[in-house]
């Protein structure tokens, strides 16, 4: 079964507080979210591999150590995985970002892909899927899905907020994809939102309503 790691970070925990604020305004929300993706990003990254090198200092020449190459995918989920996406870039900018986008048909209740847009070598990357919202864990599933469908073999998930029926969902169903959040909330209410959650992310991410 895949690992849970909930980030207990300070900082992180901190501006979470702020980010499930109903008080907190759509550009402090995004910037609060930018942030948080930021920290993550060093959290998630820990056990990237790294590689000696030499360098020449002012002083004498060392060896050194630096990232071993291995290549990242980012893949957030449209829409509010886009929130997620520039603070992750900013510690890791060589990183390539495909996009997903999805929705459940109402009839059939199968996923229908609107939209996918992958990096040409997917099978070669470690992909981080990001969902800032993990809370039936349908869309996550569905995207997992869909990514190993198309030749994916590395994949984590990446969410701001879960649902323990989330997690539940991906474990079962993906027992190699482990989850990095910065909380895991009590539960869903009747609408499907977390609780307690933060809202809407999309909606308080873009100020639509
Ligand atoms: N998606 C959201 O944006 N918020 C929730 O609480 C659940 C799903």
């Keep these: 079964m895949g690992n849970v790691f909930v980030f207990d970070h300070p900082l992180i925990q901190h501006k979470l507080t702020h980010i499930r604020d109903k008080n907190t305004g759509t550009k402090e929300f995004r910037e609060l979210v930018d942030e948080v993706a930021m920290l993550m990003a060093f959290e998630i990254t820990r056990d990237l591999p790294l590689q000696e090198t030499e360098v020449e200092t002012p002083v004498t020449k060392a060896k050194a150590k630096v990232l071993a190459g291995k290549k990242i995918g980012l893949v957030p989920i449209l829409r509010a995985g886009l929130g997620m996406v520039d603070g992750m870039r900013k510690l890791i900018p060589a990183a390539k970002v495909g996009h997903v986008g999805l929705y459940r048909d109402p009839e059939t209740l199968k996923p229908v892909e609107y939209y996918i847009k992958l990096p040409s070598d997917i099978e070669e990357r470690e992909l981080i899927v990001i969902d800032p919202m993990l809370a039936t864990g349908g869309s996550a599933n569905d995207a997992i899905h869909s990514l190993k469908k198309r030749g994916a073999k590395h994949i984590r998930l990446m969410c701001l ?24 909330d009590e539960k869903l209410d009747e609408r499907g939102y977390i609780v307690p959650g933060l809202g809407d992310a999309g909606d308080r991410l873009f100020g639509t309503k």
Excluded at 166 to 172: D, I, N, P, R, W
């Design 161 to 184: 907020i879960a649902a323990p029926e989330g997690v539940e969902l991906v474990q079962k169903e993906h027992p190699d994809v482990d989850i990095y959040l910065a909380a895991l």
